[in-house]
T-cell receptor, first 108, second 114 residues
């Protein structure tokens, strides 16, 4: 079983739509959780960390459900510039585990 | 935050040769990692580069094929040895800043093996 599993998509949504990505992880001892964004031919960059209480950054909301071992990312009012691959990342000790990424394309 | 540079940014190599990729961080970091990302795929951890000791390799990766050096807290190299076309990929250097609990990535090295 993979450490981190994501729906690879692709998700094609119109501008202004709300889209949600989910990710599950297998190690209940995992300590830190993140969403990274990777643009085509670029390196991944941190979008936001995910906290147990849930956190919001503008149009982006991340949530963690430890009991069910999943994290989610909600993007509201999608913009064309949101088109990218979104990587779920889980940290256990000194190891970072990456999901396969979910591809999002926002269509005009 | 940490800024990471890698070189070369890309290379085209012949089968059977070796390429060494350099990774430089602008600050001292505890943890440095090397990843591989094949087209359309996510990142696969090759190894953790340990300062002053041998790297810790993930399953499927061995030191003879991917020797790694980490002479200090700001620099590491990854060598892809005896290359074959299956080694064509993007190789990413990364570091972890525990103060910010964030992992930073270099821009990657795009390797094509003919």
């Amino acid at each position: 079983r993979k450490e981190v599993e994501q729906d690879p998509g692709p998700f094609n949504v119109p501008e202004g739509a709300t889209v949600a990505f989910n990710c599950t992880y297998s190690n209940s001892a995992s300590q830190s959780f993140f969403w990274y964004r990777q643009d085509c031919r670029k390196e991944p960059k941190l979008l936001m960390s995910v906290y147990s209480s849930g956190n919001e950054d503008g149009r982006f909301t991340a949530q963690l459900n430890r009991a069910s071992q999943y994290i989610s990312l909600l993007i509201r009012d999608s913009k064309l510039s949101d088109s990218a691959t979104y990587l779920c990342v889980v940290n256990g000790g000194n190891q970072f585990y990456f999901g396969t990424g979910t591809s999002l394309t926002v269509i005009p | 935050s940490a800024v990471i540079s890698q070189k070369p940014s890309r290379d085209i190599c012949q089968r059977g040769t070796s390429l060494t990729i350099q990774c430089q961080v602008d600050s001292q970091v505890t943890m440095m990692f090397w990843y591989r990302q094949q087209p359309g795929q996510s990142l696969t951890l090759i190894a953790t580069a340990n300062q002053g000791s041998e790297a810790t390799y993930e399953s499927g990766f061995v030191i003879d094929k991917f020797p790694i050096s980490r002479p200090n807290l700001t620099f590491s190299t990854l060598t892809v040895s005896n290359m074959s076309p299956e080694d064509s990929s993007i190789y990413l250097c990364s570091c972890w800043d525990p103060e910010y609990n964030e992992q930073f990535f270099g821009p990657g090295t795009r390797l094509t093996v003919l």
